[in-house]
């Protein structure tokens, strides 16, 4: 006899989920991964992201299928007074609320949270948004890229003598999502103790400037405006690409006794003792000069079984792999990060590990054709 998954540590917490896109799904996500009934209500043409491919599967996206397990799905047209009685219904059994519409449309149907709140007293109203409500640029729409782009992220991401760079993923909108996350979980602990819900508010525009460290540390303290470095640590060095023999490889030497083991295994010590290199500061004011001396050892080496043998020596140090490679090695499968689920859904594990109440992953997102709930299961479990 199968013994049944033990319940997630927010099992008995529902969760109506109006988010799209990415940010407010991921948020869903991370919450019933944990254990909560989530349920997502999307409108009538459904979320953007089953559009954004390919690859489809069965006319959905795998945007889609990456921030939608553990879900189940409704759709309503909120416009429509009959649907938002439903939505209405559906609230009054809810913990929770996470929507990502646009500054004051949810006020425009009566839903605002300031009439939420009162009708619905415990319920935790999170709102993912791209600059918030008010201020300068309060209610302008957000995406991850244009937020990149003005919290600076981009002017600190590519070469130092190219042109600034997106991050190859979109960072904004996931930290935003583990912010709303957090704030849902505050929220819920705070409520313990009060009995009341509240607005929980996660904006791109602010987890994009939280990224910035060290780079707003350094001009805090330096009023010198930070650029580009390409791979390497704007502080610390060796923390940089170097190449060897017959691939690069990722050096993070973050304290003088990694150097100097670096240094002795690569039948250099005396490198560890020259002024020039012998501690962080020295090292990060010279690095141009100690990245020549370390490739030209360096360069006579197999990258991989290099990089192998300094992390076995305590130097944290890695080869630079593929998504594939990355998503195939067997530390991925080891720390299960990798979960598969009837009807052929894989996607990414869960990074929170917890040893009484872990994880769990109870339902793939599906194809259009199956998915959606009808009205009256709203409140079904």
């Not at 069965?58 to 189940?72: E, M, P």
């Not at 009439?115 to 948004?129: G, Y």
């Not at 502080?235 to 190449?243: L, Q, S």
């Not at 490198?271 to 690095?287: F, I, K, P």
Request: with cysteine; aromatic share 6%.
């Amino acid at each position: 006899m199968t013994t049944p998954p033990t319940p997630g540590a927010l099992a008995g917490i529902r969760v109506v989920d109006l988010s799209r896109i990415l940010g407010g799904p991921f948020c869903g996500q991370i919450l019933g991964d944990h254990g909560a009934d989530v349920l997502k209500i999307e409108p009538p043409q459904g979320d953007d992201t089953r559009t954004w491919g390919p690859p489809f599967r069965d006319g959905v996206a795998s945007y889609y299928f990456g921030l939608n397990r553990n879900k189940r799905v409704m759709r309503l047209d909120l416009t429509a007074d009959a649907d938002r009685e439903v939505l209405l219904s559906l609230l009054a059994e809810a913990d929770v609320m996470v929507e990502n519409f646009k500054t004051g449309t949810l006020e425009k149907w009566g839903l605002g949270y300031d009439v939420l709140s009162q009708r619905f007293p415990r319920l935790v109203h999170c709102r993912v948004s791209g600059f918030g409500a008010d201020g300068p640029l309060g209610g302008l729409p957000g995406y991850d890229a244009a937020i990149q782009a003005m919290a600076g992220i981009m002017s600190i991401n590519g070469e130092a003598d190219g042109d600034p760079l997106r991050a190859g993923l979109p960072v904004v909108d996931m930290v935003t999502g583990l912010n709303a996350a957090l704030g849902v979980l505050l929220a819920l602990q705070e409520r313990a103790r009060s009995g009341r819900g509240q607005f929980v508010e996660a904006a791109l525009y602010d987890s994009g400037l939280s990224l910035l460290h060290p780079h707003a540390a350094n001009w805090f303290m330096s009023g010198k405006t930070p650029t580009r470095t390409g791979n390497a640590h704007p502080n610390i060095y060796p923390y940089d690409t170097v190449a060897t023999a017959t691939a690069p490889i990722f050096l993070a030497v973050g304290n003088d006794r990694q150097f100097r083991i670096l240094c002795e295994h690569l039948g250099m010590p005396v490198l560890a003792d020259d002024e020039r290199y012998a501690t962080a500061g020295a090292r990060s004011v010279n690095r141009n000069s100690l990245k020549v001396e370390l490739e030209a050892r360096m360069g006579t080496h197999d990258g991989k079984a290099l990089a192998d043998a300094l992390a076995a020596a305590g130097v944290p140090c890695a080869p630079v792999l593929s998504v594939p490679d990355a998503l195939q090695h067997p530390h991925t499968a080891h720390r299960e990060m990798v979960v598969e689920m009837p009807g052929g859904y894989k996607g990414l594990g869960a990074p929170v590990k917890l040893s009484r109440t872990p994880a769990t992953y109870r339902y793939a997102p599906l194809a259009e054709g199956n998915q959606f709930l009808p009205r009256e299961a709203a409140n079904e479990g």
